[in-house]
């Protein structure tokens, strides 16, 4: 008879002879062990076996029998969280599910069962539990791609695989005779947000959260160049534009 979830306690009657030799086998049924054996109030180191060399009187032999119980050791990064932290007691051949849970700026890495890869997932069940395993969680960083494009006339200086959340700063950099024009971000223009830092042209990228590409326009430097002749009877004024 079932005594709770947890244990099988057998009950059976047994008609012997005095000076009869009894041999009581003790077998688990699938799933369950032999957790104590008792002969007459007498607790037995022998589990699987009691003889009785030439009964004289009654025995009570009692075999208690509980299911086995087994763990999945949880271990994982601080990057991100699994629930439950651990799973202890879970019953012979039951099931035990997990959440895996990546914090903000990260993602899963790689998930292993007792050292073999899993796929990558948000939740995973093990079924039909026969025994103890270790469930290993990796999560990592989030990088995105700052794209800066290349250009003849200048170019822009500036983390191109930023960490997710953090903020970058992008130097804009004409070549020799040549000045900026405007400032994209992702095809928006962002020439206004253009600051002088230290003598440089710069544009601070905040809270990175996804890719992005940075493309500046440059154009040559002019100079106007004016001329006033006042010489004579006549005076004129001439002007004209000089390339760098």
């Known amino acids: 008879r079932k005594a709770n979830k947890l244990e099988l306690v057998l009950e059976n009657q047994y008609l012997a002879y005095y000076g009869d030799v009894?041999?009581?086998?003790?077998?688990?049924?699938?799933g369950y062990y032999t957790d104590s054996l008792i002969v007459n109030a007498v607790s037995q180191t022998q589990l699987d076996e009691y003889v009785i060399n030439g009964i004289t009187d009654n025995y009570d032999v009692f075999a208690k029998f509980a299911m086995y119980q087994f763990s999945i050791i949880v271990n994982h990064n601080d990057l991100g969280d699994v629930v439950p932290a651990a799973a202890q007691n879970i019953n012979y051949f039951d099931t035990a599910s997990f959440t895996v849970t990546s914090l903000s700026c990260t993602s899963l890495d790689s998930v292993l069962l007792d050292g073999e890869r899993l796929p990558s997932q948000t939740s995973y069940s093990f079924t039909e539990?026969?025994?103890?395993?270790?469930?290993d969680v990796f999560f990592g960083e989030v990088y995105f791609e700052c794209q800066l494009v290349e250009d003849t006339?200048?170019?822009?200086?500036?983390?191109?695989?930023?960490?997710?959340?953090t903020s970058e700063i992008y130097l804009i950099v004409p070549e020799y005779c040549y000045q900026m024009n405007a400032f994209y971000v992702d095809g928006v223009d962002h020439t206004v947000d253009v600051q002088d830092l230290d003598g440089n042209l710069a544009y601070i990228l905040n809270d990175i959260e996804g890719n992005h590409v940075l493309q500046a326009d440059f154009q040559q430097i002019s100079y106007a160049v004016t001329v006033n002749n006042r010489a004579g009877s006549g005076s004129w004024?001439?002007?004209?534009?000089?390339l760098c």
């Open 22 to 30: 009894v041999r009581f086998t003790i077998t688990p049924e699938t």
């Open 129 to 135: 539990l026969v025994g103890e395993h270790h469930l």
């Open 153 to 165: 006339l200048g170019f822009i200086l500036g983390e191109e695989n930023p960490l997710c959340g």
């Open 237 to 242: 004024i001439a002007s004209c534009e000089v």
